[in-house]
């Protein structure tokens, strides 16, 4: 068969069960990138069918899919947001570091990775997924709730970090040594700031030179940029993503919102060819073996996670229940951590198994803890409080009890989060 027919007739096939996947994800209510990532293992090196001629093509479109995933999470937000989140959620940023890239250094290490894997592993334990997490809360009406701006502000810390880890991990990565590190880590700061600075002082410029009322143009200008600038970031070492994400900063206004419009189906059909490239990359037999030490980990971080949800959200004054949601919704993984593992994955190519299980477990178990995290703590916190209390002795009563109806709004609302 000629090349090009078996080009078409296999990345076809793949996209057209992309499709069926994620509408057979959308009717049981869960996230598509664990069946994305399955779907990779199956067509992959050792799978059921591997596909051999679509191979090339599918990698320049997993390229694409992480610039896309980043332009479009980086549009979601303004320079002054960040700013913001900074000045108010650095705390609650420097604990989620702590306690959610410490288990996965530790796990590298025991592993026998070295300093290198180890750090890799960090960041894959470390970041959430801000596409699942948005997509459960849209989901589940939380869009409103008080904790909802807790959540995003640790989002956003973990976003605005990978611009400065990335670079680190590309450079210990490539084995520059710690001067090669530190000048890659000069850049990255230097080339984030300076975005920042265009955006918060001259966004409305940037904005309007890359308005149009045509959407091609619009299209072809945005998207154009956005590949001129990760390209040129990923030579200076910055990494293409981060480059992506700090264009979508830079945009604001009515050109962001044109931009997203028009960009987000592209987005989704190359962060599914992203998934998928990824799953193509690991050999299915070697996720068996590495199945137990990715569910420790996923049950280490999990916790992890719900701590960091519950005091981030004390910080903001949130009661408990609220603290509870904000825990279980910040569980999943996803495109970050594949990110990370993707870079990885030719220096240190046993992170490649661990990480796709680890992300197959979380993205699941992710919508899972978003909505039976603070039902099942607030029960468990009912029963111990019942099994503490002592029966209260009779005494007289001066006349009949409130009943709940009675009781004024002030009081009414105390336990409401």
Do not use: C
């Amino acid at each position: 068969m000629h090349d090009t027919t078996a080009l078409l007739i296999e990345l076809g096939s793949v996209i057209l069960g992309l499709g069926i996947i994620g509408r057979f994800a959308g009717r049981i209510g869960l996230s598509p990138i664990p069946l994305y990532l399955l779907a990779g293992l199956a067509f992959g090196e050792g799978g059921l069918l591997p596909l051999g001629a679509s191979e090339e093509f599918t990698a320049i479109g997993a390229e694409i899919g992480v610039i896309l995933l980043l332009l479009l999470l980086g549009l979601e937000y303004s320079a002054s947001e960040l700013v913001t989140s900074l000045k108010t959620q650095y705390p609650s940023g420097a604990v989620d570091f702590v306690l959610n890239a410490t288990p996965g250094a530790i796990a590298g290490l025991m592993l026998g990775w070295g300093p290198v894997g180890a750090v890799a592993l960090a960041g894959v334990t470390w970041i959430s997924s801000s596409g699942v997490i948005a997509k459960v809360m849209t989901d589940m009406g939380r869009l409103g709730n008080r904790e909802t701006p807790v959540i995003l502000g640790v989002l956003v810390i973990e976003d605005l970090a990978m611009a400065v880890y990335l670079p680190l991990l590309t450079a210990m990565l490539a084995g520059v040594g710690l001067a090669g590190g530190s000048i890659a880590l000069l850049i990255a700061l230097g080339t984030v700031g300076f975005v920042l600075y265009l955006a918060l002082r001259h966004g409305r410029l940037i904005s309007r030179a890359v308005s149009s009322d045509n959407p091609e143009m619009l299209l072809l200008v945005v998207l154009g940029l956005t590949v001129l600038v990760a390209g040129v970031a990923q030579q200076l070492q910055v990494s293409a993503a981060v480059g992506a994400f700090l264009v979508g900063i830079a945009l604001s206004g009515e050109v962001a919102e044109g931009a997203r419009k028009l960009l987000t189906p592209l987005r989704d059909l190359f962060a599914a060819v992203f998934f998928v490239f990824f799953g193509l990359s690991t050999d299915p037999a070697d996720i068996p073996p590495v199945l137990l030490p990715a569910a420790l980990l996923a049950i280490v971080t999990v916790l992890t996670k719900i701590g960091t949800g519950w005091y981030a959200s004390r910080r903001a004054g949130i009661g408990p229940r609220g603290r509870w949601r904000a825990g279980g919704t910040l569980v999943a993984r996803g495109e970050f951590s594949i990110v990370i593992a993707g870079l990885a994955v030719a220096t240190e190519p046993r992170i490649g198994p661990i990480a796709t299980a680890y992300v197959l477990i979380l993205v699941i178990v992710g919508p899972l803890t978003a909505r039976w995290t603070e039902p099942v703590a607030s029960r468990l916190q009912a029963k111990l409080a019942g099994k503490g209390k002592k029966p209260a002795p009779a005494v007289a009563s001066a006349g009949p009890m409130p009943s709940h109806d009675d009781l004024t709004p002030e009081h009414a609302g105390r336990d409401a989060d």
